[in-house]
Each structure stands twice: as structure tokens, then as C-alpha cells.
């Protein structure tokens, strides 16, 4: 199962960041997302296509439909620039599998 | 608290056994749908997942490496180990141990700071 992200995205501070992780019938998924920084363990910010793990700001948000999920991340700050990875768990394969992630760029 | 930490070498020769060990607290392997997994991180490369051991002793590989994997628990100690045979300089990285749960469709919630392997002779 392969999970395809944009290498990058851009957005100026205050917008919205939308990224998208492409997958084959990806809605029948459990869609979760990480932020990775620089030197840093990756962090969960969504599971479940759209929840929200404790301490993560409500301007984190997910969701999935058809062949695609999104994380959307709003008002964008100086300090959520990182590399953004999806990830799934593949049940007919037995294995996870992680999107190649997308590196926000707050500009 | 959950903390996980990794620990290793910092440097195998190639062709060599690499064994890592992921120590944790805060949680227990013996609890009902706790897993750890093993993810790597090559130099400017994306996550890739390697391997997951459940709280039942279920064990699930990459496909890609699951001829030279293998994953283990020691439960009583509350430490995963992570084997890697017949290393190349193309698995220096640095590898990850995580925390999920089957409750919430195995995301990985907690994650270790990483122990970083230079595969090189």
C-alpha cells in the first residue's frame, strides 16, 4: 500500500496549511499524522483521520474521503514549520506503512 | 508518564548484527493491546516503519526487511529488542521505538528520542 504526499508546502503566517497523503481507497483507513522537526522525535498530532490527541492546538485538524486525507493546519505559526507524515496500518498486509512527507514552509 | 528510550551502538561495521533496545516505563507490555514498534530515519529521508511486537507476542515485519528482523520482548524488564542481521551502510539512520495501542487503531502516541546508527567500516 503506498501512501503518496507533495514534497513541499508554503504558507505565510496566519493562513491555512492544507496537506494532502493520497492512498488507494484511503477513507477505509485509519488515517494518522505526525510532525516531524529537525533533531526531534516525531510528534502525533491527528489519529483517526481527524482526532486530536491531548495537548495538540485545535488549529491541527484532519479529515479523509475517497482517495485522499488531509491535515489542515490553521493559522499557521513560525513554529509549525516541520516535515508532516501520514501513516497508515495496512490490515491486509500486516505492516505500516508511512506517506514519503511534506515539508511546510512557513514563509 | 510513558517514556520510551532507545539505545545501541553508535557505530557497526557492515555485514555485521546491529541490536537495539527500547526501555520503557509508564505502561506495560503484559496490558491488553499494547504494541511498540521500530521505526528508522535515514539522513534526509522519510520514516519507515521496520517492525511492531504486540502485548500477546504477535510480531509483524516490513516487507521489505523481514528477513533481517527480529523483534522480542522482555517483558519483565519492560524492554523491546530489535535485531537487524547483515547490516550495509544504507541502514544508517536513526531508529525510533514507539507506543501504540490497538484501541486507537495502532497510531503511534509516544515516541522515544532515537538512537543514531552509522553502518561503516
Known amino acids: 500500500y503506498v501512501l503518496t504526499q507533495p514534497p513541499s508546502v508554503s504558507v505565510a503566517p496566519g493562513k491555512t496549511a492544507v496537506i494532502t497523503c493520497g492512498g488507494d481507497?484511503?477513507?477505509?483507513?485509519?488515517v494518522h499524522w505526525y510532525q516531524k522537526k529537525p533533531g526531534q522525535a516525531p510528534l502525533l498530532v491527528i489519529f483517526?483521520?481527524?482526532d486530536r490527541p491531548s495537548g495538540i492546538p485545535e488549529r491541527f485538524s484532519g479529515s479523509s474521503s475517497g482517495n485522499t486525507a488531509t491535515l489542515t493546519i490553521s493559522r499557521v505559526e513560525a513554529g509549525d514549520e516541520a516535515d508532516y507524515y501520514c501513516?497508515?496500518?495496512?490490515?491486509?498486509?500486516?505492516?505500516?506503512?508511512f506517506g514519503g512527507g511534506t515539508q511546510l514552509t512557513v514563509l | 508518564q510513558v517514556t520510551l528510550r532507545e539505545s545501541g551502538p553508535a557505530l557497526v561495521k557492515p555485514t555485521q548484527t546491529l541490536t537495539l533496545t527500547c526501555t520503557f516505563s509508564?505502561?506495560?507490555?503484559?496490558?491488553?493491546?499494547?504494541?511498540v514498534n521500530w521505526i528508522r530515519q535515514p539522513p534526509g529521508k522519510a520514516l519507515e516503519w521496520l517492525a511492531r511486537?504486540?502485548?500477546?507476542?504477535?510480531?509483524y515485519y516490513s516487507t521489505s526487511l523481514r528477513t533481517r528482523l527480529t523483534i522480542s520482548k522482555a517483558t519483565s524488564k519492560n524492554q523491546v529488542v530489535l535485531t537487524v542481521t547483515n547490516v550495509d551502510p544504507v541502514d544508517t539512520a536513526t531508529y525510533y521505538c514507539?507506543?501504540?495501542?490497538?484501541?486507537?487503531?495502532?497510531?503511534?502516541?509516544?515516541w522515544g528520542q532515537g538512537t543514531t546508527v552509522t553502518v561503516s567500516s
Open positions: 511486537i504486540d502485548w500477546d507476542d504477535d510480531k
Open positions: 483517526y483521520d481527524s
Open positions: 501513516q497508515v496500518w495496512s490490515s491486509s498486509a500486516d505492516h505500516a506503512v
Open positions: 509508564g505502561f506495560s507490555l503484559n496490558t491488553s493491546e499494547m504494541c
Open positions: 514507539a507506543r501504540s495501542t490497538v484501541t486507537y487503531y495502532n497510531a503511534m502516541d509516544v
Open positions: 481507497n484511503i477513507e477505509n483507513y485509519s
